[in-house]
């Protein structure tokens, strides 16, 4: 259990921090969510980051960080669905996507055969990320105040936001099995 596995198991734990503080969906749950969920994009970023510096790449990273990213970007979606900020299928398709791939992926780890993520993926990724900032970010200022631009940015900004993740998610996913349909054959 090196440094980079201990910060994995960190960003589970603080996923289901963040997934809480936004069900209670308060001002003050709201921003600690917040903080929370950019801590644990940041342990994402530093895991990684350290794992290739070090060369502290290990089986239990290669499992349990893709198990750890989606367990928080699917949890904070799953809590924003919750208190209805966004739709179910859009959520529904997000999974979808995440399931599938990461199945394939670690399916075909176990068979010896590496699948890496690909340009258009961390794209996804990133947009996911960025995705869920400007929700939490509308959703505080819209706690705030409700006036004006922050109206606007609550009923427009989000579904537009959810759309792009949304659109980039499935593209993602369609490219990512069309630029391993030979690999994937072989199963």
């Known amino acids: 259990m090196n440094i980079c596995n201990k910060l994995t198991v960190l960003r589970i734990f603080l996923s289901f921090i963040c997934i ?13 969510a917040f903080a929370v969920f950019v801590i ?34 699917i949890g904070v979606f799953l809590a924003f669905l919750q208190v209805g900020i966004i739709n179910a299928w859009m959520v529904s398709v997000i999974m979808l996507r995440e399931f599938i791939i990461t199945s394939l ?12 993520a690909k340009t258009l993926g961390k794209h996804k990724t990133v947009s996911q990320v960025i995705g869920i900032f400007l929700i939490f970010i509308t959703l505080i200022l819209f706690k705030v105040t409700q006036m004006g631009l922050v109206y606007f940015l609550y009923y427009r900004l989000i579904p537009v936001v ?20 030979r690999a994937i054959r072989t199963f």
């Open 20 to 32: 809480g503080l936004v069900i209670r969906n308060t001002l003050t749950s709201l921003t600690l």
């Open 105 to 116: 992926r670690l399916y075909s780890l176990n068979r010896g055969i590496i699948l890496e």
């Open 40 to 73: 644990a994009s940041v342990t994402d970023f530093l895991d990684g980051f350290l794992a290739r510096r070090k060369n502290l790449v290990s089986d239990l990273g290669k499992l349990l960080d893709p198990i750890a990213d989606k367990i928080l970007i």
């Open 162 to 181: 959810m759309w792009y993740i949304v659109i980039i998610t499935l593209f993602s996913g369609v490219n990512y099995l069309w630029t391993n349909r």
